[in-house]
């Protein structure tokens, strides 16, 4: 069960509306490595999780995912208020805006709607903490490209935070794989132990 | 008015930081239950986040829908929302 919290994370206050940025800045919300498919991988790997510490960084990385997708949301709901139809039509907004007018839709910048297909579960610890650990790094890339496209400074400071989160959930998944390892049976291969087989739970 | 306006950024600003700070230190705990100076770093954070929340809750109103004081009626949906502009 989940609380809402009437606050962001992290204060997102764009002085200047871009919907050409917002454009690009969507793909953090619905696109392959965006912040949507992180917080569903996650809240839905941790159920057969053998192990309460991963159980836990799963639910907590997970939940913060969430409010992630809401600072994305934030920054193309500012870079998209008080637009004319010059701007829309100028920017390249159009093609979004046929669509859902200035409501925030889950895709990626590339027009292409949000997909599950885009995360796994794989029920395994070993591929499903790899997967983790590929998805952060992949994120991370996607915030170094935004930052390489825009330099409005109110855009990369929220984007820059998200983009250090990634690194903190990198490392935490990296626990999670050594925590995983240890607690395996030594005489297996290093990597893999099936959960699915075993009956400890 | 706008004093009023500043002094309640600044406590929701607190807010934030407490906050951000029990996130991370939180998901460091699941991977590292044992380790007490993460221990007292979170309930140190976790009693200032308490504190500054019934501060702003008294002040200004609800930060969750369970912090909503019934003699003002239901100020849940009054003032604007995290992501309005003019909110932060």
Known sequence: ?201 | MIENRTERNKLMKAIQTYSFLLTDVCMYLDAYPDNKNALEYYDKYRKMFEETVSEYEKKYGPVTPLGVNIENGWTWIEDSWPWEYNNN
């Open chain 1, 1 to 201: 069960m989940w609380q809402y919290e009437r606050k962001l994370q992290y204060p997102v206050k764009i002085k200047n509306p871009n919907p050409a940025l917002a454009k690009v800045i969507l793909s953090q919300l619905g696109g392959p490595d965006g912040e949507l498919g992180a917080s569903l991988r996650y809240l839905n790997q941790r159920y057969t999780m053998p192990y309460k510490e991963i159980t836990g960084v799963l639910t907590d990385v997970g939940t913060e995912e969430l409010g992630h997708v809401e600072m994305i949301s934030s920054i193309i709901y500012q870079l998209t208020r008080n637009l004319t139809m010059d701007e829309i039509k100028s920017s390249g907004f159009d093609t979004y805006f046929v669509d859902h007018t200035t409501g925030i839709y889950p895709q990626a910048a590339s027009g292409t709607p949000f997909s599950a297909s885009a995360l796994q579960v794989k029920g395994d610890v070993f591929a499903d903490i790899n997967e983790d650990l590929a998805a952060e790094q992949k994120a991370r890339v996607s915030y170094d490209n935004i930052l390489r496209l825009i330099d409005d400074p109110d855009v990369c400071d929220a984007i820059r935070f998200l983009r250090q989160r990634e690194l903190v959930h990198y490392q935490r998944f990296g626990d999670c794989l050594r925590i995983a390892q240890e607690k395996m049976d030594s005489q297996n291969f290093y990597g893999y132990n099936p959960q699915f087989d075993k009956n400890n739970r």
